[in-house]
């Protein structure tokens, strides 16, 4: 069965520096999806960033980027100028070929004024 | 583009009643997930309709149960509370577009079981 870990319950970083949120997973599947969602506050769940597995590029969003290494199963996140408005619970997710995302237990991400 | 909405967004049921949830999906997305979100499980996947039809359903009992009608939108019925049903309940609209995959949740339903 697929897992998806993340290793930092908790982490904290200064106004417009750059925070990196780690992920890995496990899957026996070629073809997937992963995801980065944000929940803030008011527990809207939003898509941050997706990464196709069939594709070798590392998917960017603005100041959202992520290293998607697949033959080490990891996928992580990289914020760079860490806004206010960043800090929330940010969530690794995996999708399977059943139409399911497995997901991680969650980072409390902390911006630092 | 409309989001995800999802209604009740917060509720308040006693032990042993029953509940219904619904979920209208962003117009154009054929496909309906449910999860829960709980302090000490997690995010849990509910089940997921795609056309009207179930393709999969995660590992919760029978009391937990869903429909897709034929305009996408979807509900999920809860019965016989109990109090570890409180949750909160999210509610996601997907589809492939082209070579991509999109998925995008509602704000969710509040359930608290007293």
């Known amino acids: 069965a697929q897992t998806v870990t993340q290793s930092q319950p908790e982490m904290s970083v200064q106004e417009a520096e750059t925070v990196t949120l780690s992920c890995t997973y496990d899957?026996?599947?070629?073809?997937?999806?992963l995801f980065w969602y944000k929940q803030p506050p008011s527990r809207q769940m939003i898509l941050v960033i997706r990464q196709e597995a069939y594709k070798q590029q590392n998917a960017t969003e603005n100041r959202f980027s992520v290293n998607f290494q697949k033959a080490a199963k990891s996928f992580s996140l990289k914020i760079s100028d860490s806004q206010l408005g960043d800090a929330a619970m940010y969530f690794c997710a995996y999708k399977d070929s059943n139409y399911q995302l497995i997901w991680g237990a969650g980072t409390k991400l902390i911006i630092k004024p | 583009k409309a989001g995800v909405t999802q209604t009740p967004r917060y509720l308040i049921k006693t032990r042993g009643q029953q509940v219904t949830l619904s979920c209208s999906p962003i117009s154009g997305h054929r496909s309906v997930s449910w999860y829960q979100q709980t302090p000490g499980q997690g995010l849990q996947f509910l089940f997921e309709y795609f056309s009207e039809t179930q393709r999969n359903k995660g590992n919760f009992p029978g009391r937990f149960s869903g429909r897709q009608f034929s305009n996408s939108r979807s509900e999920m019925n809860v019965s016989t509370l109990e109090l570890g049903d409180s949750a909160l309940y999210l509610c996601?609209?997907?589809?492939?577009?082209?070579?991509?995959?999109?998925?995008?949740f509602g704000p969710g339903t509040r359930l608290t079981v007293t």
């Open positions: 899957t026996s599947e070629s073809d997937y999806y």
């Open positions: 996601a609209s997907s589809r492939i577009a082209g070579d991509s995959y999109e998925q995008y």
